[in-house]
């Protein structure tokens, strides 16, 4: 996967925010235009596992590229058109109910509708703690949708969290070479989560 012009979008699921920064700097360095956004909540918190102002660095840093913020700096995506793909990695629960809504309320939410409105293909990796519970019936409309992938996800923890669902972030680029071609990766319901995740 090289020469495309890629949407990389992150939220607040705080604990994965770190763990999707190395398939950015993969990207970027098979020679992809690599554009970076955040939501509000992954702007604005510092927690345990992180603090705002690194991963807002460190994405600047790794894609070389102005950090889109507002809703204002997304809303262009659309009439501009300039990209291939849109990736949210990691993808809330709240960010997925609101995507499948269409609640526009975050940059990241906004420069999903612009580059759907283009209908381009919108990738969604999930980190959700109530994938299999409230968040169900939205990922399987969203599944349903035309020019959403999802990168195969699994329970991360079935005893201590059984309603919780992760992406395996290891299958973001495989998942997203394909969604360029209109398909989704196989099979999309993974059994096993994989050491890089945890």
Do not use: W
Request: charged share 20%.
């Amino acid at each position: 996967m090289e020469n495309k012009n890629i949407g990389f979008a992150v939220t607040g699921s705080f604990c994965t925010l770190n763990k999707v920064l190395p398939y950015i700097e993969m990207l970027v360095k098979s020679g992809n235009n690599v554009f970076p956004i955040i939501s509000y909540a992954a702007a604005s918190y510092d927690t345990r596992f992180t603090k705002a102002e690194k991963v807002k660095e460190d994405l600047k840093r790794l894609t070389n590229n102005k950090l889109i913020t507002t809703i204002v700096e997304a809303e262009p995506i659309g009439p501009k058109s300039y990209l291939d793909i849109l990736i949210i990695a990691p993808c809330t629960g709240n960010t997925l109910a609101k995507l499948n809504s269409s609640i526009i309320d975050t940059p990241v939410l906004m420069a999903a509708k612009a580059h759907l409105r283009n209908g381009k293909p919108l990738v969604i990796a999930m980190a959700s703690n109530d994938g299999l519970a409230g968040n169900a019936k939205n990922i399987g409309e969203l599944l349903n949708k035309k020019n959403i992938y999802f990168v195969p996800f699994t329970q991360d923890d079935s005893v201590k969290k059984c309603f919780s669902l992760v992406a395996d972030f290891n299958l973001i680029i495989p998942t997203l070479e394909l969604a360029l071609d209109g398909k989704q990766l196989q099979p999309v319901l993974i059994s096993s989560y994989t050491k890089n995740n945890n």
